[in-house]
């Protein structure tokens, strides 16, 4: 998972760049980087760590120029600790490319020996976004021959890498002398808007990023999401034009933004984070009510912070009391880069603190976003009886997590998932300690983003059922990437809540 920006401008932008990726810092924490525009000369500064770590006032005075791109990374293939994979990326032919994105390829493998072998481009790097960087290029070349590069050419280029490549991708792109190219897979996997701002000038300015959030946050008013399949050219004079790019696009949106990574003041395909999270909360109720007795139950609380909105409805919802029973420490490191299982756990303990105020002689129901490989879970169960709770029930906001995903988030591989074998809401109880579980039905999830926008037809929620919306998602394909996975140490579980650094559990 990781976050992109893009800005066109008549001023510098170095500045707004930075502000910019702060405001998708939830996306990736592992590295960051900015690329400068100045005529024809690009100027780049990327290195692993926060944006506040990354860059120092030295460097930003070096990001020179009125057009730049900006990344955010979270490691789904490729190297995590090394530099060379943080993005952005860039090529010198043709005319000068710095390129970032956010989503997986599920074809990279091929793509690499194809450019190799067929178009003579050698890629020196893990990371699939380096592949994609040279498929478009490749193709810029290609439809460029005794032409100019212009709206038509860049979007006759897209095509074509749609033809080419698989999974999700969600592409800035800035080419010296030229302009700024953007493009979306033709499911809309990974999410993508613009907005655009006038200057006091009378100039126009635009923006692409990630997530609405960046705009709302910077000023400019946000136009749209691109569409599945869709591209965006701006010139350098800041026209825009936009271009339907894959002959069947169709709209599958990852559902699992909605659960966790997106901020809750964003908003993804017409669907507000924040009320898709109140609107699970209502369908997590109704199934609590099925499963529990709610006699039992005397206080519903969020494991902070992407949790709360879930838990605040369905405690509204079925009449209990709500209450805050976790304090977190927001100045601990990320528990996910922690290596070993003991020094995870001792994080945890370090992040969040409860207090046993709330938890003495009561049978309280904590809800989360989800419960991934179940080992911070058994902690915050763990903490929650130590506090002096008589009976604890865990409810997740998410289905069962019983597949790992091919789409841009670093999920355990299936062996590692606590569900990964079918576990029953029993099972999981007992592995992690508690009184009783209860997941979100996929039903309800369904349900609840497309009572949010019923265009929508179908999300991707292959880690929740195993059906991968692109159709080319194979089983040795998924052998091949568990067993590279069950390699490093940083997993989506343990991992700090996008939005609001939490532990996913």
Request: aromatic share 8%.
């Given at each position: 998972?990781?976050?992109i920006?893009a800005l066109?401008?008549?001023?510098p932008?170095?500045q707004?760049?930075?502000d910019a990726?702060?405001?998708?810092q939830h996306?990736g924490?592992d590295?960051a980087?900015i690329?400068?525009?100045?005529?024809?000369h690009?100027?780049?500064?990327?290195?692993?760590?926060?944006?506040?770590d990354?860059f120092?006032t030295?460097?930003?005075?070096?990001?020179?120029?009125?057009?730049g791109?900006?990344?955010?990374?979270y490691?789904?293939?490729g190297?995590?600790?090394?530099?060379q994979?943080?993005?952005?990326?860039y090529?010198n032919?043709?005319y000068?490319?710095?390129f970032?994105?956010n989503?997986?390829?599920?074809n990279?493998?091929?793509?690499?020996?194809e450019?190799?072998e067929?178009?003579?481009?050698?890629?020196n790097t893990?990371?699939?976004?380096?592949v994609l960087l040279?498929?478009?290029?490749n193709?810029i070349?290609?439809?460029?021959v005794?032409k100019r590069?212009?709206?038509?050419c860049?979007f006759?280029?897209v095509?074509?890498?749609?033809?080419?490549?698989?999974?999700?991708?969600a592409?800035v792109a800035l080419?010296?002398?030229k302009g700024l190219?953007?493009?979306r897979?033709?499911?809309?996997?990974?999410?993508?808007?613009?907005g655009s701002?006038?200057?006091?000038?009378?100039?126009?300015e635009?923006m692409v990023?990630s997530e609405?959030?960046?705009?709302?946050?910077?000023g400019?008013?946000?136009e749209?999401?691109?569409?599945p399949?869709?591209?965006?050219?701006?010139?350098?004079e800041?026209?825009?034009t936009?271009?339907?790019?894959?002959e069947h696009p169709e709209?599958?949106p990852c559902a699992?933004e909605?659960?966790?990574?997106a901020r809750p003041?964003?908003t993804?395909?017409g669907?507000?984070v924040?009320g898709?999270?109140?609107r699970?909360?209502?369908?997590?109720?109704e199934t609590?009510?099925?499963?529990?007795?709610?006699?039992?139950?005397?206080?519903v609380?969020?494991i902070?912070?992407s949790?709360?909105?879930?838990?605040?409805e369905?405690?509204a919802?079925?009449?209990?009391?709500?209450?805050?029973?976790?304090?977190?420490n927001?100045?601990?490191?990320r528990?996910f880069?922690?290596?070993?299982q003991a020094?995870?756990k001792?994080s945890?303990r370090q992040?969040?603190?409860?207090?046993p105020v709330e938890f003495?002689?009561?049978?309280v129901?904590l809800v989360d976003d989800s419960i991934?490989?179940g080992?911070?879970m058994?902690?915050?169960?763990?903490?929650a009886?130590e506090?002096g709770?008589?009976?604890?029930?865990v409810?997740?906001s998410a289905p069962?997590?019983?597949y790992?995903?091919v789409?841009g988030?670093?999920m355990p591989t299936k062996?590692?998932?606590?569900?990964?074998?079918?576990?029953?809401?029993?099972?999981v109880a007992k592995?992690?300690?508690?009184?009783?579980?209860v997941f979100q039905?996929?039903d309800?999830?369904?349900?609840a983003?497309?009572?949010?926008?019923?265009?929508i037809?179908r999300?991707?929620c292959?880690?929740f059922d195993?059906?991968?919306?692109t159709?080319?998602?194979?089983?040795?394909?998924?052998?091949?990437i568990g067993g590279a996975?069950?390699k490093?140490?940083?997993?989506?579980?343990?991992?700090?809540?996008?939005?609001?650094?939490?532990?996913?559990?």
């Amino acid at each position: 998972m990781c976050g992109i920006v893009a800005l066109l401008s008549n001023e510098p932008v170095n500045q707004r760049l930075y502000d910019a990726l702060l405001l998708l810092q939830h996306r990736g924490q592992d590295a960051a980087g900015i690329a400068t525009l100045d005529g024809l000369h690009f100027h780049i500064h990327k290195a692993m760590g926060l944006v506040t770590d990354v860059f120092r006032t030295r460097n930003m005075r070096d990001l020179t120029g009125n057009m730049g791109i900006g990344h955010v990374r979270y490691p789904t293939q490729g190297c995590a600790s090394s530099n060379q994979e943080s993005q952005p990326f860039y090529v010198n032919a043709p005319y000068g490319i710095m390129f970032a994105h956010n989503g997986n390829l599920t074809n990279a493998a091929e793509l690499t020996q194809e450019l190799y072998e067929m178009d003579h481009r050698h890629i020196n790097t893990t990371s699939d976004s380096e592949v994609l960087l040279n498929v478009l290029a490749n193709e810029i070349s290609r439809v460029t021959v005794n032409k100019r590069l212009n709206a038509e050419c860049a979007f006759a280029a897209v095509r074509e890498v749609h033809k080419r490549v698989q999974g999700s991708y969600a592409v800035v792109a800035l080419f010296a002398g030229k302009g700024l190219l953007a493009f979306r897979d033709p499911h809309g996997i990974r999410p993508i808007c613009f907005g655009s701002n006038t200057t006091e000038s009378g100039a126009k300015e635009w923006m692409v990023s990630s997530e609405s959030v960046t705009m709302i946050g910077m000023g400019f008013k946000v136009e749209r999401d691109l569409a599945p399949g869709e591209a965006l050219w701006i010139d350098l004079e800041g026209n825009a034009t936009t271009c339907q790019c894959a002959e069947h696009p169709e709209s599958n949106p990852c559902a699992f933004e909605y659960v966790y990574f997106a901020r809750p003041d964003s908003t993804i395909d017409g669907i507000n984070v924040y009320g898709a999270r109140l609107r699970l909360g209502e369908y997590l109720a109704e199934t609590v009510k099925e499963k529990l007795d709610l006699s039992e139950i005397d206080v519903v609380m969020p494991i902070p912070d992407s949790s709360r909105p879930c838990a605040q409805e369905l405690a509204a919802r079925l009449n209990l009391s709500y209450r805050e029973g976790f304090i977190k420490n927001r100045y601990v490191g990320r528990t996910f880069i922690m290596p070993g299982q003991a020094i995870r756990k001792k994080s945890v303990r370090q992040k969040l603190n409860a207090m046993p105020v709330e938890f003495e002689g009561k049978n309280v129901l904590l809800v989360d976003d989800s419960i991934v490989r179940g080992t911070t879970m058994t902690e915050i169960v763990r903490m929650a009886r130590e506090s002096g709770a008589k009976k604890v029930f865990v409810a997740s906001s998410a289905p069962r997590v019983m597949y790992p995903n091919v789409y841009g988030i670093d999920m355990p591989t299936k062996a590692e998932l606590i569900c990964g074998d079918g576990k029953s809401a029993e099972e999981v109880a007992k592995v992690i300690g508690a009184d009783a579980v209860v997941f979100q039905t996929l039903d309800g999830l369904k349900n609840a983003l497309h009572d949010m926008n019923p265009s929508i037809t179908r999300f991707d929620c292959s880690c929740f059922d195993g059906e991968y919306v692109t159709g080319t998602v194979t089983e040795e394909y998924l052998a091949r990437i568990g067993g590279a996975n069950a390699k490093p140490a940083k997993k989506a579980d343990d991992e700090d809540e996008g939005e609001a650094e939490q532990p996913v559990s």
